[in-house]
C-alpha cells in the first residue's frame, strides 16, 4: 500500500516495537454489548483451560504456542472479545478500519467475519484485511478454533492460518482467578505471577486507541 512506509517511519518506536509484538500480544475488556455475539452462543466450562495454536503465517513459516486461562462466564466472554480487539490492533498502524464483525451460529459451530479496509485514497477500494474464524464446540470442555487471515494489497502483512485445540484440564489453582493467565509457560507458575485478561486489555484499548489518534494526526496516505 502506497506510503505505507512512511507512516511506519514516522511512529515513535515504542509504537513500532509495540506493533511489531502484536501477533504475540492479548486481549481487550470492553462492555458486553460491544460485539454482538449470538444471545445462546456456547460457553466453556468455568475452570482452567490450555490452549495449544499452530499454524502458519507468510514470512514467518510455523509457529506455535500453548496458553492457560482461568475461566468463569465473564472471563469466557472477555477472552472472545479480546480474539477480536486483537485482530483491529494488528491492522490499526497501517491505518486500516474494520467493519462490525458479523457472527453465524448454526448449532455447536460459531463463525465470525471482519472486513479492515484501507483509509488511503489511493488505494484500491478492496485492500486491506479480511479475518475469518469458526469455533466449534464439541462440548463444554473442548473447543476448536479455526482462523484464516488474508491481506488484500497491504504491506507487512500476508495470509495465516491457524488452528487451537482448546480444552478444560480441571479447576484453577487456588491462587488464580478468573481472568488469570500463563502464555508459553505452563508447569512453570510461580504465585502471583500470572498474565491477566483484564489488565491485558486495557494495554490493548490503549494501544488502538493511539493508533487511531496517530492515524488521525497523519492523515490518509
Known amino acids: 500500500m502506497e506510503g505505507d ?4 517511519e514516522r511512529l515513535p518506536n515504542i509504537v513500532v516495537k509495540s506493533f511489531a509484538g502484536l501477533s504475540w500480544c492479548v486481549l481487550v475488556v470492553l ?10 452462543m456456547p460457553a466453556r466450562k468455568p475452570g482452567l483451560w490450555e490452549i495449544v495454536m499452530t499454524g502458519t503465517m507468510d514470512g514467518l513459516g510455523t509457529v506455535q504456542s500453548k496458553e492457560q486461562y482461568c475461566l468463569d462466564a465473564r472471563a469466557d466472554r472477555a477472552l472472545h472479545e479480546l480474539f477480536i480487539l486483537r485482530k483491529e490492533l494488528q491492522v490499526v498502524y497501517p491505518d486500516l478500519t474494520c467493519q462490525t464483525p458479523r457472527f453465524d451460529q448454526a448449532g455447536n459451530v460459531l463463525s465470525g467475519e471482519m472486513l479492515c479496509r484501507t483509509n488511503s485514497q489511493t488505494d484500491a477500494e478492496d485492500a486491506g484485511k479480511d479475518f ?8 463444554d470442555s473442548h473447543v476448536v478454533l479455526e482462523e484464516h487471515d488474508t ?4 504491506l507487512f502483512s500476508g495470509e495465516s492460518r491457524m488452528v487451537e485445540e482448546q480444552r478444560w484440564i480441571g479447576e484453577c489453582a487456588a491462587d488464580q482467578k478468573p481472568g488469570d493467565g500463563i502464555m508459553d509457560r505452563p508447569g512453570k507458575r510461580e504465585k502471583g505471577e500470572y498474565d491477566n485478561i483484564y489488565e491485558s486489555l486495557k494495554v490493548v484499548k490503549k494501544l488502538l486507541n493511539e493508533g487511531i489518534e496517530i492515524n488521525r494526526r497523519l492523515g490518509p496516505m
Not at 31 to 40: C, G, I, S
Not at 151 to 154: E, Q
Open 31 to 40: 462492555p458486553a454489548a460491544a460485539y454482538d455475539f449470538p444471545e445462546n
Open 5 to 8: 512506509e512512511l507512516r511506519y
Open 132 to 139: 475469518r474464524w469458526k469455533y466449534t464446540f464439541e462440548s
Open 151 to 154: 491481506a488484500r494489497d497491504m
